[in-house]
């Protein structure tokens, strides 16, 4: 049982350059979520699911775009990235929005 | 927004102190919960108190909850260098999911 799995663990961008960050959960869990963490902001709520098929956006949205094909899986990507967006990632995956959440172990991404 | 905030900001003690965060939010919740980070690492799920509930215990974890005040604290009794962390509230509106800004304990040997 691996839990949240996330990939890779560190990334640097040009600005302008797209990317993905793979994000992986093997509980079953209907509820995943993706956070940027940055120095003095706590965590802040990107994009959410509530199931597969069904998005929605957090607390700061723009910039990043999101699916969820399976239940397992819910990528985040960058379209166009910019220094703005250097910080660190965690994904999340839980039962319900109510309940305890698993984190992956971040992606840092720096953007040049 | 509906993040919590943390009080104090930073905190440090000796090993073998207590040490108390105290952790305010916004609009009414379901529940709150406690998780802690270690330096350059995931969080990590502490306790969770429903809002109907007033006080929790968790091994040498106490939480409080006052949803008339919208406030809740985080008690670890008889600290640890390995309890030096950073430590999150973090409370839901509908669907979502907010985290506070956080508490960073140190505990020195």
């Not at chain 2, 000796?14 to 330096?39: D, F, H, P, V």
Request: hydrophobic share 30%; charged share 15%.
């Amino acid at each position: 049982n691996a839990g949240v799995t996330q990939t890779p663990k560190f990334q640097v961008l040009k600005t302008g350059q797209s990317m993905t960050l793979q994000c992986a959960q093997d509980m079953n869990h209907e509820y995943m979520s993706w956070y940027r963490q940055d120095p003095g902001m706590g965590l802040r709520l990107i994009h959410y699911s509530v199931g597969a098929g069904i998005t929605d956006q957090g607390e700061v949205p723009n910039g990043y775009n999101v699916s969820r094909s399976t239940t397992e899986d819910f990528p985040l990507r960058l379209l166009s990235a910019a220094p703005s967006q250097t910080s660190v990632y965690f994904c999340a995956s839980s039962s319900g929005p109510w309940g305890e959440q698993y984190f992956g172990p971040g992606t840092r991404l720096t953007v040049t | 927004s509906q993040q919590g905030e943390e009080d104090p900001q930073a905190l440090s003690i000796q090993e073998g102190e207590n040490a108390t965060m105290n952790c305010s939010y916004k609009t009414s919740i379901n529940n709150l919960q406690w998780y802690r980070q270690n330096s350059g690492r995931g969080l990590v799920h502490l306790i969770l108190i429903r809002s109907n509930e007033r006080e929790k215990h968790s091994g040498r974890l106490r939480v409080t909850l006052d949803t008339s005040k919208k406030s809740s604290s985080l008690l670890i009794t008889a600290s640890r260098a390995a309890d030096t962390a950073s430590y999150f509230c973090a409370t839901d509106a509908g669907n979502q999911f907010y985290f506070g800004t956080g508490t960073s304990l140190t505990v020195i040997p």
